[in-house]
């Protein structure tokens, strides 16, 4: 009974570290690394981008990674991007057309993998 109680306490503990990890970051990407913090888009209103594009890519394993694919095409300051590491995809909304060479270099210069766009 008192082991059963542990083994009920431990995972408990377990699923809060990992919810934790999943939410505000984790060391996968580096030993105790810091949350990597969010760029605001100047202009958050999705519906003054016309183009949207689905990106997959490989290599986001944690928020951290994601918030930097994320980072990377805010920061050029005409486009949102969502990502999403558990689906490894990237909901983006640009200004601005954008050709599968230029998703893929600013994917590449976060260091991802640019693995499919639509």
Request: overall charge positive; hydrophobic content about 40%; charged content about 25%.
């Amino acid at each position: 009974m008192v082991y059963a109680l542990l083994l009920i306490v431990l995972i408990a503990l377990l699923a809060l570290m990992m919810g934790k990890k999943l939410t505000k970051g984790s060391s996968c990407c580096g030993t105790k690394e810091p949350p990597v913090k969010r760029i605001k888009p100047s202009d958050s209103d999705t519906s003054h981008y016309p183009y949207t594009y689905e990106l997959k890519v490989e290599g986001m394993v944690c928020v951290n990674c994601a918030r930097r694919v994320e980072n990377a095409f805010i920061s050029l300051g005409d486009m949102i991007a969502k990502a999403d590491a558990m689906t490894k995809e990237v909901r983006l909304w640009s200004k601005r057309e954008l050709s599968r060479q230029e998703a893929a270099s600013i994917v590449s210069d976060a260091g991802y993998t640019l693995l499919d766009i639509k």
